[in-house]
């Protein structure tokens, strides 16, 4: 079972650039979370996605970012024109799905490893 | 609004001692609490859960935390620490088990041998 698989580990952009992040949910998983740690900080949510639908992105700034779960293929999250700002781990996380809340497990989530951002 | 406090960025303990890890929320509904580890270059790894059934929960690798409601507080302990032990540990809660986790800003476990 090779859990929540991120890549790039580490991705380095200049200020302008785009970034672009994936994610690999846990097999059998059909939910999919984006959380962002910023230096200091905890980990708060972005977005959560299932296949081809965004459920909530009430986390997501409103501009430059976007996420996306295709049919096919992993989870991205997307950072147009990256600044600064933006230097942080990214953090992916899945589920089974999201009834019967965390003592059935299906919102117990499961985080893959993240990927580390850095904007010159 | 709901949140999650850690006390101690940074905790060092002797290998053999007993490991504390604090944490406090704030939750105007009922919280469902984690604590997550993190081994260096890895994911996070759920250690243990409180999901409204008994307030003392035990978890994996000889972890253990207890839900007070009264100190809104679910701390973690271990009774001797190993070396294995060394990480990073996230509490976090979940108002009503939603998937929107508050995550606090981590503690950071050295074991001195």
């Known amino acids: 079972n090779a859990g929540v698989m991120q890549n790039p580990r580490h991705l380095v952009r200049r200020r302008g650039q785009e970034a672009r992040l994936r994610c690999s949910p846990m097999?059998?998983?059909?939910?999919v979370y984006w959380y962002r740690q910023l230096p200091e900080e905890g980990l708060k949510f972005m977005v959560y996605l299932q296949k081809e639908n965004i459920i909530d992105e009430s986390g997501m700034p409103k501009e430059r970012f976007s996420a996306e779960f295709p049919k096919e293929g992993p989870s991205i999250l997307r950072i147009q024109q990256v600044v600064r700002g933006d230097s942080a781990a990214y953090f992916c996380?899945?589920?089974?799905?999201?009834?019967?809340?965390?003592?059935?497990?299906?919102?117990?989530?499961?985080f893959g490893a993240g990927s580390r951002l850095t904007v010159l | 609004a709901q949140s999650v406090t850690q006390l101690g960025s940074h905790v060092s303990v002797s290998e053999g001692a007993l490991v504390l890890l604090r944490c406090n929320y704030s939750?105007?509904?009922?919280?469902?609490l984690f604590w997550y580890v993190q081994y260096p270059n890895q994911g996070l790894q759920l250690l243990l859960k409180y999901t409204s059934a008994a307030t003392l929960v035990k978890g994996i690798n000889g972890f253990e935390a207890e839900f007070k409601k009264s100190e809104t507080s679910f701390h973690l302990t271990k009774p001797s620490a190993h070396m294995s032990d060394a990480a990073e540990y996230f509490c976090a809660v979940s108002p009503s088990g939603t998937y929107k986790y508050i995550f606090g800003t981590g503690t950071r476990l050295k074991v001195l041998a």
């Open positions: 939750s105007s509904v009922p919280p469902y």
């Open positions: 097999k059998g998983h059909s939910h």
């Open positions: 996380a899945s589920s089974p799905g999201t009834g019967g809340g965390p003592s059935s497990g299906a919102n117990v989530l499961t």
